[in-house]
């Protein structure tokens, strides 16, 4: 499984590889983009295809500044998509849904793992942070390419200064 490199943030020194937070983090991907809390310092994270291969399931997780799982949310997505980044704000998930999706018949006909298919809308979930699969809306939309996620770094209002 591809689990993520723990480094030093200030030296990027390499503290473990293959780090699965003691048994806890069960999806078999990582995403590119974690996410850290600005008040609690916790990271927010999920895996796509978490069933497996060509799998809808997505998992979210919550782990501590100690690297402890406090939280796994299981749910599924609209179709199998390339769920790269996700966004957040104090009280949300945001979990774009786009067209760069596969299945296990692209992947048996020998197509490269994801492609663009125009047919498919965007969905957008939003989930509450403190909420469960069952809470998560999904919003439809035109087919747009939903890579990365920008977000505010401050924690004030438009005038941080």
Known sequence: M?????????SLETLSVGH????????PTFTAHPKQDRVTGDLVC???????????????YLISNEGRVTREIRLKVPYVSMVHDIA?????????VF??????????SGAIHW??????PNYYG?????GEAADVRWFKGPAR????????TDRGGADSS
């Open 126 to 130: 939003v989930l509450p942070r403190d």
């Open 20 to 27: 699965d937070f003691d048994g806890r983090y069960r999806s």
């Open 46 to 60: 999920h895996g796509y295809e978490a069933g497996g291969l060509a799998t809808d399931d997505l998992r979210v």
């Open 88 to 96: 957040l704000t104090e009280t949300h998930i945001i979990i774009p």
């Open 115 to 120: 492609g663009w298919d125009p047919c498919l």
């Open 2 to 10: 591809p689990f993520p490199y723990e480094i030093d943030p200030v």
């Open 99 to 108: 067209p760069c999706a596969t299945s296990l018949e692209r992947l048996r």
């Open 145 to 152: 390419a939903v890579v990365h996620a920008l977000e505010r």
